[in-house]
């Protein structure tokens, strides 16, 4: 055993002691913010065929940070889907957590996360603990552009895991790693199964060449995250992206592009995913694009209701995959009649196919009654109180002020 050195402790305790001294002086910050989407969503094909109309309140969310002069920060988010869309937002190529051709209801708590900073010249170092988002892929598309959400979804975000996690930046480079537990929520009161604490973990890279530009690549391996007491297939997954979000001229402009792999069961099945969206801000207008190529499983669904599957899910429920090629155009107009209130109303269509991807039993001219191509329109408006959605999933060394996000989104020139 090494030797106890009283020195060290000293000059340890010195420096925490000055870092303490100097958050005291600044003191506490805070802000909150909260936002709700009613829409108009139509969709075809659905299962069985024909098409479906509905009319929903999307992301109905209310966060709020809190911090101690740059050193100690929480967040805290809560999700009201579990009221709004019980029965998941109408998607044609969503899924996850059970859902098919509909996006889940997330958790009521979304995040609730806490994380410490602590910086020595060039090098910042962090440690972030509680549930939230794991270290790997890129943005949760809720703080994007676009109102769909991509169907990789699950393959390019890790979310709502109670995690451990530690950060470090310096240079331009920063580096991440976490410990979570596998399992994924089983419904949207579900809280992570902690006695599987631990049994996934993940690791990203991400270098900023310049403000505004980032490149990113994580792996991750987790555990069983379809079968909450950890008997299901175990998912190997890599992500890599980059992100682009900067002034050109007077004009903020966004982009992504991103590929993912999610391998299940020894690589019995790989999912593939290639994603590029782009945005530009023209005053109060917004114009997107974003177009994607994914596959997905096609699992056994329920007798009574074949938007859900069979879950627990094993691997005799996978039937086969299926592969989405989607064009989604997105068009909406800031309006802030208060400092404290913006309202954008938008449209947003998507067009594509699904089509067969390798053998197996499912077909998709069959299940969807012979109509392959897609269509989906929304309608509606966001409303938002304390400002624009922040990136989400981004704390300790990757944090940033939660009252500034991306000036596309937020419709600043600055």
Do not use: C
Not at 130 to 152: E, I
Not at 211 to 229: I, N
């Amino acid at each position: 055993m090494r030797p106890f050195r009283p020195a060290w402790s000293v000059i340890a305790l010195a420096i925490l002691s000055g870092r303490a001294a100097e958050a005291a002086a600044q003191g506490l910050s805070g802000h909150a913010m909260g936002q709700a989407i009613p829409s108009l969503i139509t969709a075809s094909p659905i299962p069985g065929g024909g098409d479906l109309s509905e009319i929903r309140v999307l992301q109905p969310i209310a966060m709020g940070d809190v911090g101690y002069a740059g050193v100690l920060r929480g967040r805290l988010t809560l999700n009201f889907e579990r009221w709004t869309i019980e029965d998941g937002e109408l998607a044609p190529g969503d899924w996850g957590e059970g859902f098919y051709d509909r996006r889940h209801p997330h958790t009521t708590v979304h995040e609730a996360v806490a994380w410490g900073v602590l910086q020595a010249g060039e090098v910042t170092g962090s440690l972030t603990a509680g549930k939230g988002f794991v270290p790997f892929g890129t943005d949760d598309p809720m703080s994007r552009p676009f109102l769909r959400y991509p169907v990789n979804h699950h393959f390019a975000q890790l979310l709502e895991r109670a995690e451990l996690a530690a950060g470090v930046r310096a240079f331009g480079v920063v580096l991440e790693g976490s410990l979570f537990n596998g399992d994924e929520p089983t419904d949207p009161s579900a809280w992570p199964n902690m006695e599987r604490f631990g049994d996934s973990w993940s690791l990203r890279a991400t270098v900023v060449p310049v403000a505004g530009v980032e490149l990113q690549g994580s792996h991750a391996s987790v555990k069983s995250p379809e079968h909450r007491d950890g008997f299901g297939l175990d998912q190997v997954k890599w992500s890599a992206s980059g992100r682009w979000n900067r002034m050109v001229g007077t004009v903020p402009v966004y982009a992504l592009l991103e590929w993912a792999r999610t391998t299940e069961g020894n690589d019995t099945f790989t999912f593939n995913s290639v994603l590029g969206e782009g945005a530009v801000r023209f005053g109060r207008h917004l114009i997107g694009y974003r177009f994607e190529r994914t596959t997905r499983p096609e699992e056994e669904r329920l007798f009574d209701d074949p938007f859900q599957s069979l879950r627990p899910h094993t691997d005799d429920n996978i039937l086969g995959m299926t592969r989405w090629t989607l064009h989604t155009l997105h068009y909406e107009a800031r309006y802030e009649p208060a400092g404290w209130l913006g309202i954008s109303p938008f449209a947003e269509l998507t067009l594509g196919t699904v089509q067969d991807e390798g053998q197996g039993l499912f077909s998709a001219e069959v299940f969807y009654g012979g109509d392959t191509s897609v269509t989906s329109l929304v309608l509606g408006f966001r409303m938002d109180l304390g400002g624009a959605m922040p990136r989400m999933g981004r704390y300790g060394v990757v944090a940033e002020p939660m009252n500034h996000s991306s000036t596309v989104l937020q419709g600043h020139t600055h």
